[in-house]
């Protein structure tokens, strides 16, 4: 900093060096700091390490770090490895795009983006994701993988009404579906017995 401020003459040169900070797992970071600072940050690395020898299990700088430190509650239970999370699938992208749906009224024929009908708005959704999809709920019913109903996922498309409807499983026994003529994109109770085949796009 003192150096670029020389040749600019915004400030007055101050005599700096680069010190190098030690974060063990994260890596060197060098600081630029007047030299008398040097010692000091010697010091500190130092007793950076010391403290992290003295923590209970601790690792080797540059190993796997653990989730949270020993002792320190994790506040995000639900977004482990938040620096290298794996992205969504496309269920999970295609469930998202019909969920911004929820209330465009049904149309036969209709593959959005603002009326659909059942099979229409499970091919936009999915189309959201990068993935084509057929055009009715017959050829959707033959896509992607079997399905369990034990073992339905968010985002799985079922199949019901003899193979004539389908809509998208979006989670606590819920389907999200265009579901007829006069009615909106909706969420209604999913029973087993309605399932023709359901589906993971895989």
Same mark, same amino acid.
């Given at each position: #900093?003192?150096?670029?401020?020389?040749?600019?003459?915004?400030?007055?040169?101050?005599?700096?060096? $680069?010190?190098?900070?030690?974060?063990?797992?994260? @890596? *060197?970071?060098?600081?630029?700091?007047?030299? !008398?600072? !040097?010692?000091?940050?010697?010091?500190?690395?130092?007793?950076?390490? /010391?403290?992290?020898?003295?923590?209970? +299990?601790?690792?080797?700088?540059?190993?796997?770090?653990?989730?949270? $430190?020993? @002792?320190?509650? +994790?506040?995000?239970? +639900? #977004?482990?490895?938040?620096? *290298?999370?794996?992205?969504?699938?496309?269920?999970?992208?295609?469930?998202?795009?019909?969920?911004?749906?929820?209330?465009? #009224?049904?149309? %036969?024929?209709?593959?959005?983006?603002? *009326?659909?009908?059942?099979?229409?708005?499970?091919? %936009?959704?999915?189309? =959201? $994701?990068? &993935? !084509?999809?057929?055009?009715?709920?017959? !050829? /959707?019913?033959?896509?992607? $993988?079997?399905?369990?109903?034990? *073992?339905?996922?968010?985002?799985?498309?079922?199949?019901?009404?003899?193979?004539?409807?389908?809509?998208?499983?979006?989670?606590? @026994?819920?389907?999200?579906?265009?579901? /007829?003529?006069?009615?909106? &994109?909706?969420?209604?109770?999913?029973? =087993?017995?309605?399932?023709?085949?359901?589906?993971?796009?895989?």
């Amino acid at each position: #900093m003192g150096a670029v401020a020389a040749t600019t003459g915004a400030m007055p040169a101050i005599p700096a060096m $680069a010190a190098t900070i030690n974060l063990p797992g994260l @890596g *060197n970071f060098d600081v630029p700091v007047p030299q !008398e600072y !040097e010692a000091p940050v010697q010091q500190l690395n130092q007793q950076i390490q /010391q403290a992290v020898s003295a923590m209970p +299990n601790a690792q080797v700088p540059g190993a796997p770090q653990q989730q949270t $430190a020993p @002792g320190i509650p +994790n506040f995000a239970p +639900n #977004m482990p490895g938040l620096f *290298n999370q794996a992205p969504p699938s496309p269920s999970d992208i295609a469930l998202d795009a019909a969920k911004t749906k929820v209330g465009a #009224m049904y149309s %036969w024929g209709a593959a959005g983006p603002s *009326n659909f009908d059942c099979s229409g708005l499970v091919q %936009w959704a999915y189309r =959201q $994701a990068g &993935v !084509e999809l057929p055009r009715t709920s017959f !050829e /959707q019913s033959h896509v992607g $993988a079997p399905v369990a109903f034990q *073992n339905l996922q968010p985002g799985d498309i079922v199949v019901t009404n003899g193979g004539g409807h389908v809509g998208i499983y979006a989670g606590d @026994g819920k389907l999200l579906n265009a579901v /007829q003529s006069g009615s909106p &994109v909706s969420y209604t109770p999913l029973r =087993q017995g309605d399932i023709v085949t359901a589906r993971r796009i895989v």
